[in-house]
T-cell receptor
Framework: GQQVMQIPQYQHVQEGEDFTTYCNSSTTLSNIQWYKQRPGGHPVFLIQLVKSGEVKKQKRLTFQFGEAKKNSSLHITATQTTDVGTYFCAGQRLLWGGSNYKLTFGKGTLLTVNP | DGGITQSPKYLFRKEGQNVTLSCEQNLNHDAMYWYRQDPGQGLRLIYYSQIVNDFQKGDIAEGYSVSREKKESFPLTVTSAQKNPTAFYLC????????????FGPGTRLTVT
């Protein structure tokens, strides 16, 4: 079945340093979504990438979708303590013969920031 | 104020007992989902429903059951057949099955001893 691998599993940075998490799918995706889960909270949608090679920015966050639509990355510039949490990618693909999509989550990257 | 509610936030049960987790949404979403989250394991899909009175098994459905009698409600029963029921359970919904963002509820942390 489809697998979505995400690395690293953990990342600890000093405040002000950059952070990147990478996501790789075993199959070509229709789109990829990114979520953030604060400690003790629930996942919250950040963004969706659909087009091959797409790059989107949200303030200090930059999201990329690979040309082959099998990998993606999230880069945070100059981390802040408010960035702490687990970042999940979720790859979506259209199921064969239907109009249904299957969303598969990566295991997430836990980011901690030392002030 | 639209959203998804899950209750209770914390739930404790003895081994061998069935327990039902509540999930209600007032977003008028068609599709609803149940996920299980364990430390370091990400989110794993248990069951999902695209429409009232219809639901499908996800990747880890064994030991769980669901119903979808109303559009707003998608309760999950953790049965005594589930070997490792202690986990954080998250309910989510989308306005259509497919390429749309998922809205998550606050979750229920179930502990079975």
């Amino acid at each position: 079945g489809q697998q979505v691998m995400q690395i690293p599993q953990y990342q600890h940075v000093q405040e002000g340093e950059d952070f990147t998490t990478y996501c790789n799918s075993s199959t070509t995706l229709s789109n990829i979504q990114w979520y953030k889960q604060r400690p003790g909270g629930h996942p919250v949608f950040l963004i969706q990438l659909v087009k091959s090679g797409e790059v989107k920015k949200q303030k200090r966050l930059t999201f990329q979708f690979g040309e082959a639509k099998k990998n993606s990355s999230l880069h945070i510039t100059a981390t802040q303590t408010t960035d702490v949490g687990t970042y999940f990618c979720a790859g979506q693909r259209l199921l064969w013969g239907g109009s249904n999509y299957k969303l598969t989550f990566g295991k997430g990257t836990l980011l901690t920031v030392n002030p | 104020d639209g959203g998804i509610t899950q209750s209770p936030k914390y739930l404790f049960r003895k081994e061998g007992q069935n327990v039902t987790l509540s999930c209600e949404q007032n977003l008028n979403h068609d599709a609803m989902y149940w996920y299980r989250q364990d430390p370091g394991q990400g989110l794993r899909l248990i069951y999902y429903s695209q429409i009232v009175n219809d639901f499908q098994k996800g990747d880890i459905a064994e030991g769980y059951s669901v119903s979808r009698e109303k559009k707003e409600s998608f309760p999950l029963t953790v049965t005594s057949a589930q070997k490792n029921p202690t986990a954080f359970y998250l309910c989510a919904s989308t306005n259509r099955t497919g390429e749309y963002e998922q809205y998550f509820g606050p979750g229920t942390r179930l502990t079975v001893t």
